[in-house]
């Protein structure tokens, strides 16, 4: 474990780790005792969500007091490919290494790319700017900045910043989607958290251009910023949603995954990544 409480609210036993004067104890409790343990998680409702949704997944969340919360420590950290969650770091690799110069610059339209793999999607077939491509999930324009950056960079850049299992066996231009790298919600969120805090490998101005890119919601209470993934290996569908929530009192960062076999028809599923989260978030009082 990494030496912070974790409460999960699914039907397994948990862990947590307890920090003290003492040695760190690993103790087995049950779900009944985590709701008198945290009363503000102990009343959030993981479940619900999830039903509702008809699918497969876990929420992982990390707030800035210190305390973790999750609906399946297991499949918290289990790795799958990260999908376009990946252009988080993609883009400060891509600022890092000289790739591109800050977020306006203009990706070239190559003319072509895979419709099978990646849908019809004509309304992003045209020059783009980076930030737009982040915005609207253009993957053919990250590819075409990868092929730049390289693997030998990326490899550099994945291992410093701690993201993602470092596989990088099948040295394609999309591995985020496709391949042996993957990358755990708890990962995400560790990595969310270390951006935030300015403890990653990238100057400070990249880490405030990836903040200004990655915003979606502003008001005067919060500031959200997240970003979607979506790929299908394996006859599967795994869809993302990872971010943070940052308020005066506290900073919420999330990774919320979701699954189903391809074969089943769910037209919910990509709108359901935002849903459970914004559900559990409002319980937490982020919203």
């Not at 007091?65 to 990260?82: A, C």
């Not at 252009?87 to 070239?108: H, M, P, Y």
């Not at 990326?154 to 231009?173: I, R």
Request: charged share 25%.
């Amino acid at each position: 474990m990494d030496g912070l409480p974790v409460f999960s609210l699914s039907k397994k036993p948990c862990y947590f780790t307890v920090n003290s004067h003492f040695k760190a104890m690993k103790v087995k409790i049950i779900t009944a005792f985590l709701f008198s343990f945290s009363s503000a998680f102990a009343q959030v409702d993981l479940t619900t969500p999830f039903k509702s949704c008809n699918l497969e997944g876990s929420i992982t969340i990390y707030d800035k007091t210190g305390k973790w919360l999750t609906s399946d420590e297991e499949d918290s950290r289990r790795e799958t490919q990260p999908a376009s969650t990946f252009k988080i770091i993609n883009l400060l690799i891509a600022l890092e290494t000289g790739v591109i110069k800050d977020e306006n610059e203009i990706v070239k339209w190559p003319g072509s790319t895979d419709t099978t793999l990646y849908g019809y999607r004509p309304e992003i077939y045209h020059d783009i700017s980076v930030k737009e491509a982040f915005e609207v999930s253009a993957g053919w324009a990250f590819i075409e900045l990868a092929k730049k950056i390289g693997w030998k960079q990326y490899l550099h850049y994945l291992k410093a910043a701690k993201y993602g299992n470092n596989n990088l066996s099948e040295k394609g231009d999309d591995f985020w989607n496709f391949g042996a790298f993957g990358v755990s919600p708890r990962n995400q969120v560790t990595f969310l958290a270390a951006v935030y805090a300015g403890k990653v490998p990238f100057s400070k101005r990249n880490i405030d251009i990836l903040k200004k890119v990655m915003v979606n919601e502003q008001t005067a209470d919060y500031t959200l910023r997240a970003k979607t993934g979506w790929t299908r290996v394996d006859g599967n569908d795994i869809g993302w949603w990872v971010g943070y929530v940052e308020r005066k009192d506290n900073t919420y960062f999330f990774a919320t995954r979701v699954t189903k076999k391809r074969s089943t028809p769910n037209p919910e599923f990509g709108n359901c990544r935002k849903t459970i989260t914004r559900e559990v978030l409002r319980q937490l009082g982020a919203f």
